[in-house]
């Protein structure tokens, strides 16, 4: 018998250590269990504020631009011509008495494209969107149906060169 207790001595002892190695593991999987909770509940809270974010997004309105001075007597034009490109913008400018350049042009209809202003219906070709004849201060509430009236700009080269252009197929 002499010979068991110090073998259960040692036995007591490593179950000991065992048990306490299980209690440190057993708390450090509790702290990680809370520090998931913590963690679970931080996601949970970032995907509610992004669907809200999402949400707001499409609700918001961009800002209501509204051109001025030359810009919109050239847009106006533009409406009336239907489908336009660059060529038709500078003519349209130049009557309007404002004189610019085709990258001024390219740039301020990619802003407009960007804006919602005009849509591309070709290779540098627009037309005016809904938006872009609001901006434009087209009205069609008191459209009657009858065909639209031609711009009548005063006769010089650079008006008969726009109609020359656009009827030189006539």
Same mark, same amino acid.
């Given at each position: 018998?002499?010979?068991?207790?110090?073998?259960?001595?040692?036995?007591?002892?490593?179950?000991?250590?065992?048990?306490?190695?299980k209690?440190?593991?057993?708390n450090?999987?509790?702290?990680?269990?809370?520090?998931?909770?913590?963690?679970?509940?931080r996601?949970?809270?970032?995907?509610?504020?992004?669907?809200?974010l999402?949400?707001?997004?499409?609700?918001?309105?961009?800002?209501?631009?509204?051109l001025?001075?030359?810009?919109?007597k050239?847009?106006?034009?533009?409406?009336?011509?239907?489908?336009? /490109?660059? !060529? #038709?913008?500078?003519?349209? $400018?130049?009557?309007a008495?404002?004189?610019?350049?085709? &990258?001024?042009?390219? =740039?301020?209809?990619?802003?407009?494209?960007?804006?919602?202003?005009?849509?591309?219906?070709?290779?540098?070709?627009?037309?005016?969107?809904?938006?872009?004849?609001?901006?434009?201060a087209? /009205?069609? !509430? #008191?459209?009657?149906?009858? $065909?639209?009236m031609?711009?009548?700009?005063?006769?010089? &080269?650079?008006?008969? =060169?726009?109609?020359?252009?656009?009827?030189?197929?006539?």
């Amino acid at each position: 018998m002499d010979e068991i207790e110090p073998l259960l001595e040692k036995y007591r002892a490593e179950i000991g250590q065992i048990l306490d190695r299980k209690r440190s593991f057993e708390n450090q999987a509790a702290d990680l269990g809370q520090k998931a909770a913590v963690l679970q509940a931080r996601i949970q809270g970032m995907v509610e504020a992004a669907e809200i974010l999402r949400d707001a997004r499409g609700v918001t309105r961009k800002r209501q631009r509204k051109l001025t001075g030359p810009w919109q007597k050239i847009m106006q034009g533009a409406d009336l011509i239907g489908d336009f /490109d660059y !060529d #038709d913008l500078e003519t349209l $400018a130049e009557d309007a008495g404002h004189t610019v350049g085709r &990258d001024t042009l390219r =740039s301020q209809m990619s802003g407009y494209k960007s804006s919602g202003l005009v849509e591309s219906v070709g290779d540098g070709v627009f037309r005016l969107t809904d938006l872009g004849r609001q901006a434009a201060a087209i /009205d069609d !509430d #008191d459209d009657d149906g009858s $065909a639209p009236m031609e711009p009548n700009p005063p006769y010089d &080269d650079a008006s008969a =060169s726009w109609a020359n252009r656009k009827f030189k197929q006539f």
